[in-house]
């Protein structure tokens, strides 16, 4: 399958997109390869586009000015939209990072197209607020996670969100997404497979 129709197939299952209303954006749909390390959004950088990975793994961070200490808050792994979505749906600079973990592939449509998407189409209209709607409860989910949730429930939910991490992240970024220290984790890992 060639990354449009996955792209295809995913705001269809996402936002019920029909076949006619996909095809108005197919022209602008641009794939891209990315290398570990390289930056799909920077801090005070305004996030243009909103991707789609084909295969591949994100992380945005936030780094403490004073410790210079980095600290994970969201991985995008595949077949989930990418985005500093803050920064994306207020079109303002960005207050984090957002980078490539390992060689990854988005497939990727930039704001302004999908701003002439909204006005041309009721199912465009719909997927820009299904897309803020997603944002925002990711976020909120994430910090009602560590409000509310143990670290174990947090690994948990960490694997049934990004199964595959655990083969393609190193662990210290893992244990700083779930704000423990690598020692906790490895516990918790033990632990949950003793459970299995």
Known sequence: MTEIELVKQALNAFAGMDKDAFELSAPFWEVRQY??????NEYKNVCKHLGFVIDGVFRTYYVNEETGEEKNMLFFTNNQFVASYKSFLDQTPCNYYTECMVESTIIYIHINHLFDLYK?????????RMIAEMAFNIVMNHTEDFLFKSPEQRYLE???????IFNRVPLYHIASFLGIQGPS????????????
């Open 120 to 128: 041309r189409s009721h199912a465009w209209e719909h997927f820009g």
């Open 158 to 164: 960490l694997v049934k969100t990004h199964p595959d």
């Open 185 to 196: 984790l490895s516990r918790i890992r033990k632990r949950m497979a003793k459970i299995k």
């Open 35 to 40: 290398r570990k390390g390289e930056f799909y």
